[in-house]
């Protein structure tokens, strides 16, 4: 008799236990929806910094893992035509106009996020006292920008310096043109050039923290960018549309616009 009752209350315990492991496994399913997920997004090399954070606070919210490709505009937008892409995040509208063209974006999905804003970046106490976009022009200037082939920044870059009557002239300057925002920086940091164009929210980056001055562009003179994202139709194709929306969702967040100030940049309908 006594074994028998030892029998049950091992039954019972047994059954308690795995009901509870079961309910446990339950709840972080119900917790993180997309464990096993996997995304490929596609991001602008400018963005770095706070889609880092961004990619962090989404896989530990839903358990899903996100894969993610830095690079210039044009680079992305080359891969997005060959491999794909579940989100497509450039540098700048046009190239989401150029993927939509081609219907590889799902325009449903199409949301601007942050604003991108052209600066004069030139070293430490600005040695060729460099104040305005004219200056880029003068003798003896090393100007560095972004390929416009390659990057956003490059594409508006020169269209700054036309709208300005000043591409001409500041060509002659140009030393390097780099296929990524990223490394217009670091020949600003260590003084292998004199000033570069660069998007405002970089200056917080710690690579450039008390390495360079800013020389603000004025309004009229600027070409101010917008930066959007979308799913593409790889993720309907793949299986990830869920998953993919669901991120597109999260960095258009009022939690995520907190994050995109942090670093620096302006939400788009804050």
């Given at each position: 008799?006594?074994?028998?009752?030892?029998?049950?209350?091992?039954?019972?315990?047994?059954?308690?236990?795995?009901?509870?492991?079961?309910?446990?496994?339950?709840?972080?399913?119900?917790?993180?929806?997309?464990?096993?997920?996997?995304?490929?997004?596609?991001?602008?090399?400018?963005?770095?910094?706070?889609?880092?954070?961004?990619?962090?606070?989404?896989?530990?919210?839903?358990?899903?893992?996100?894969?993610?490709?830095?690079?210039?505009?044009?680079?992305?937008?080359?891969?997005?035509?060959?491999?794909?892409?579940?989100?497509?995040i450039?540098?700048?509208?046009k190239?989401?106009?150029?993927?939509m063209?081609?219907?590889?974006?799902?325009?449903?999905?199409?949301?601007?996020?942050?604003?991108?804003?052209?600066?004069?970046?030139?070293?430490?106490?600005?040695?060729?006292?460099?104040?305005?976009?004219?200056?880029l022009?003068?003798?003896?200037?090393?100007?560095?920008?972004?390929?416009?082939?390659?990057?956003?920044?490059?594409?508006?870059?020169?269209?700054?310096?036309?709208?300005?009557?000043?591409?001409?002239?500041?060509?002659?300057?140009?030393?390097?043109?780099?296929?990524?925002?990223?490394?217009?920086?670091?020949?600003?940091?260590?003084?292998?050039?004199?000033?570069?164009?660069?998007?405002?929210?970089m200056?917080?980056?710690?690579?450039?923290?008390g390495?360079?001055?800013?020389?603000?562009?004025?309004?009229?003179?600027?070409?101010?960018?917008?930066?959007?994202?979308?799913?593409?139709?790889?993720?309907?194709?793949d299986?990830?549309?869920?998953?993919?929306?669901?991120?597109?969702?999260?960095?258009?967040?009022?939690?995520?616009?907190?994050?995109?100030?942090?670093w620096?940049?302006?939400?788009?309908?804050?």
């Amino acid at each position: 008799m006594n074994g028998k009752i030892y029998l049950l209350i091992s039954s019972m315990l047994i059954f308690g236990v795995l009901c509870g492991c079961l309910n446990e496994n339950e709840e972080i399913q119900k917790n993180k929806p997309y464990e096993g997920k996997t995304i490929t997004v596609l991001c602008g090399a400018g963005l770095m910094k706070p889609m880092n954070e961004l990619i962090q606070n989404f896989e530990n919210k839903t358990g899903a893992k996100v894969e993610v490709h830095y690079g210039g505009s044009a680079e992305l937008f080359g891969i997005l035509t060959t491999t794909g892409g579940d989100v497509f995040i450039p540098g700048a509208y046009k190239y989401t106009e150029d993927a939509m063209k081609k219907e590889l974006i799902l325009k449903e999905t199409v949301k601007n996020i942050t604003y991108h804003i052209p600066v004069i970046a030139v070293p430490k106490g600005n040695p060729k006292n460099i104040k305005n976009l004219e200056d880029l022009a003068k003798p003896g200037v090393r100007v560095v920008i972004g390929d416009p082939n390659a990057c956003a920044i490059g594409k508006v870059s020169k269209k700054i310096l036309e709208k300005n009557q000043l591409w001409e002239n500041v060509s002659k300057n140009i030393i390097v043109k780099t296929p990524t925002v990223s490394q217009l920086l670091i020949y600003i940091t260590t003084n292998q050039a004199d000033a570069a164009i660069i998007w405002e929210d970089m200056v917080t980056w710690a690579e450039g923290k008390g390495k360079i001055d800013v020389v603000r562009i004025p309004k009229e003179k600027n070409i101010i960018k917008t930066i959007p994202t979308a799913v593409t139709i790889y993720a309907k194709k793949d299986g990830n549309l869920e998953v993919a929306k669901a991120f597109n969702d999260y960095i258009s967040s009022d939690e995520a616009k907190e994050i995109w100030k942090k670093w620096g940049f302006i939400p788009c309908n804050q």
